[in-house]
């Protein structure tokens, strides 16, 4: 998956986009109907009515203004150490579709390659799709193995805020209207973009970490939040000394298998916020939920659908347990249910498209 600008492989199978300056949005890539940009070498492009040594001052649209905002930041993303599939993914027309665009906020400890199947979908139904890398996510070590030190910390759970704040100015001009889904840790930047932004259309949110549904986890994240306000935060910072892994099975794709119990606490702390925060939303929501999570706490997703206006505005669509949907379920690398896929995108579809609110049960 790619931008739809030229782009080359590293030695290392990254991708880099070139930054010659937009031109000629009628050629089109190999593999996508995407706009290509001049190449450095190409002969400049001459306004009408002027000759070739005039100097001509050309205005770019706000679209064009947003395409080279994006374009930057994935030539300087190439530049980072990433783990292979964890850059972030843009997706763009020659020309607006009038379809709008769609950003896809990955999971926390996962990583773009989550949404490759459906961003490749929603970009053949005529949308512009942006798969941003979230906040700290995906970087590796020199001997390749994964790096948690750059992620978001106690202490630091307003990054998330900022990160979806900085998502939507990047992407506000891209192509109207503008719509999020997000899955996990994705879902609560998604639910608070839709919350702060009620220019947004809609918002699909797939099990959002909200807070754990483990009751001892949430027992401690509890106190951590009493003591931290006593100690102005130190308490929980101590909770980056605490390591923290998703188990002995091996990881079902790139992101960060390991990590720290504080930057479980910082997600849980812009939970709490988030949800604090719902009573203000005006953008209608599809829930996405399965009873068989056991890592998010579904109790707190009800909350917000029903303080964000409740059936009246919102979807609220559940797997039940006994279809064992994993939490991760958006992508066929960590839910082996491919049906379960399948519906969940015909859901998540038909609202992106229609404003199809689906409640199951």
Same mark, same amino acid.
């Given at each position: 998956? #790619? =931008?739809? %600008?030229? +782009? $080359?492989?590293?030695?290392? /199978?990254?991708?880099? *986009?070139? !930054?010659?300056?937009?031109?000629?949005?009628?050629?089109?890539?190999?593999?996508?109907?995407?706009?290509?940009?001049?190449?450095?070498?190409?002969?400049?492009?001459?306004?009408?009515?002027?000759?070739?040594?005039?100097?001509?001052?050309?205005?770019?649209?706000?679209?064009?203004?947003?395409?080279?905002?994006?374009?930057?930041?994935?030539?300087?993303?190439?530049?980072?150490?990433?783990?292979?599939?964890? #850059? =972030?993914? %843009?997706? +763009? $027309?020659?020309?607006?579709? /009038?379809?709008?665009? *769609?950003? !896809?906020?990955?999971?926390?400890?996962?990583?773009?390659?989550?949404?490759?199947?459906?961003?490749?979908?929603?970009?053949?139904?005529?949308?512009?799709?942006?798969?941003?890398?979230?906040?700290?996510?995906?970087?590796?070590?020199?001997?390749?193995?994964?790096?948690?030190?750059?992620?978001?910390?106690?202490?630091?759970?307003?990054?998330?805020?900022?990160?979806?704040?900085?998502?939507?100015?990047?992407?506000?001009?891209?192509?109207?209207?503008?719509?999020?889904?997000?899955?996990?840790?994705?879902?609560?930047?998604?639910?608070?973009?839709?919350?702060?932004?009620?220019?947004?259309?809609?918002?699909?949110?797939?099990?959002?970490?909200?807070?754990?549904?483990?009751?001892?986890?949430?027992?401690?994240?509890?106190?951590?939040?009493?003591?931290?306000?006593?100690?102005?935060?130190?308490?929980?910072?101590?909770?980056?000394?605490?390591?923290?892994?998703?188990?002995?099975?091996?990881?079902?794709?790139?992101?960060?298998?390991?990590?720290?119990?504080?930057?479980?606490?910082?997600?849980?702390?812009?939970?709490?916020?988030?949800?604090?925060?719902?009573?203000?939303?005006?953008?209608?929501?599809?829930?996405?939920?399965?009873?068989?999570?056991?890592?998010?706490?579904?109790?707190?997703?009800?909350?917000?659908?029903?303080?964000?206006?409740?059936?009246?505005?919102?979807?609220?669509?559940?797997?039940?347990?006994?279809?064992?949907?994993?939490?991760?379920?958006?992508?066929?690398?960590?839910?082996?249910?491919?049906?379960?896929?399948?519906?969940?995108?015909?859901?998540?579809?038909?609202?992106?498209?229609?404003?199809?609110?689906?409640?199951?049960?």
């Amino acid at each position: 998956m #790619h =931008s739809g %600008l030229p +782009v $080359h492989a590293d030695n290392e /199978g990254m991708s880099q *986009v070139s !930054l010659a300056p937009l031109a000629d949005t009628s050629r089109t890539s190999a593999r996508a109907a995407t706009p290509r940009l001049r190449a450095a070498n190409a002969p400049p492009q001459v306004a009408p009515g002027s000759a070739p040594g005039d100097v001509v001052q050309l205005t770019l649209t706000p679209r064009q203004q947003a395409l080279r905002r994006l374009e930057g930041k994935l030539a300087a993303e190439a530049g980072l150490p990433l783990q292979p599939e964890t #850059h =972030s993914r %843009l997706l +763009v $027309h020659p020309t607006p579709t /009038g379809k709008g665009t *769609v950003v !896809l906020l990955h999971g926390w400890s996962a990583a773009t390659y989550q949404y490759d199947e459906m961003a490749a979908l929603l970009h053949a139904k005529g949308y512009d799709v942006y798969v941003p890398r979230l906040v700290g996510h995906g970087f590796r070590t020199e001997d390749g193995r994964q790096d948690s030190s750059k992620m978001v910390k106690a202490g630091e759970a307003m990054r998330y805020r900022a990160f979806g704040d900085e998502v939507y100015e990047d992407v506000k001009d891209l192509g109207q209207p503008l719509q999020v889904v997000g899955l996990s840790g994705g879902g609560n930047i998604a639910l608070d973009m839709a919350t702060r932004h009620p220019d947004i259309k809609g918002a699909v949110v797939m099990a959002p970490f909200l807070g754990s549904a483990d009751g001892r986890a949430r027992a401690g994240h509890h106190l951590m939040r009493f003591l931290d306000f006593f100690t102005f935060g130190l308490a929980g910072r101590l909770l980056e000394k605490m390591p923290h892994d998703w188990g002995k099975r091996p990881p079902d794709g790139p992101g960060h298998w390991n990590h720290t119990v504080g930057g479980i606490y910082a997600l849980a702390c812009y939970g709490d916020t988030v949800v604090a925060d719902m009573h203000r939303n005006q953008v209608p929501l599809q829930f996405i939920l399965t009873d068989a999570d056991k890592a998010a706490r579904n109790k707190l997703a009800e909350v917000a659908h029903e303080r964000s206006g409740g059936s009246s505005r919102n979807g609220m669509f559940r797997f039940p347990a006994s279809e064992e949907v994993p939490h991760p379920m958006v992508s066929i690398r960590n839910n082996k249910n491919q049906a379960s896929i399948d519906r969940l995108t015909a859901v998540t579809v038909d609202f992106l498209e229609n404003g199809k609110l689906s409640n199951q049960p």
